[in-house]
């Protein structure tokens, strides 16, 4: 296992993750404190703790996944929509499974921030 010390929030976290996927763990840490940022600047006025903000995060992110899912779903279940775009039934399955791999990660980062704090 390999360790990576990322920041979200202006708060350090050391976060185990499979090795070689440093990277990513950075990727994605980025994109939450992009996230968090835009939503605390959005609403500076009624967040009222870090885990407040934490959470507007967390379920924002999850409506972007269940919204990918929700159009997955959609490609998925049209009969003329992967011929259209030339996605084969395979690629969505291939995607439905990468939406469903980065819902499971947020999911596991969200819970190891909230026993970090």
Known sequence: ????????NNKK???????????RVYQLAGYINERLNKIS??????????????TLTALVLADEIFELQ??????SSS????????????????????VDHLRQRVEKL????RLAA
């Open 1 to 8: 296992m390999a360790q990576v010390a990322i920041e979200i």
């Open 13 to 23: 976290y050391n976060i185990e993750c499979d090795n070689g996927q440093e990277e």
């Open 41 to 54: 600047g959005a609403g500076a006025g009624t967040i009222t703790t870090d885990s407040h903000l934490l």
């Open 70 to 75: 929700d159009s997955l779903q959609q490609v």
């Open 79 to 98: 009969p003329q929509q992967p011929q259209a775009t030339g996605v084969s039934g395979e690629d969505t399955e291939l995607i439905t499974q990468a």
């Open 110 to 113: 969200t819970k190891e921030m």
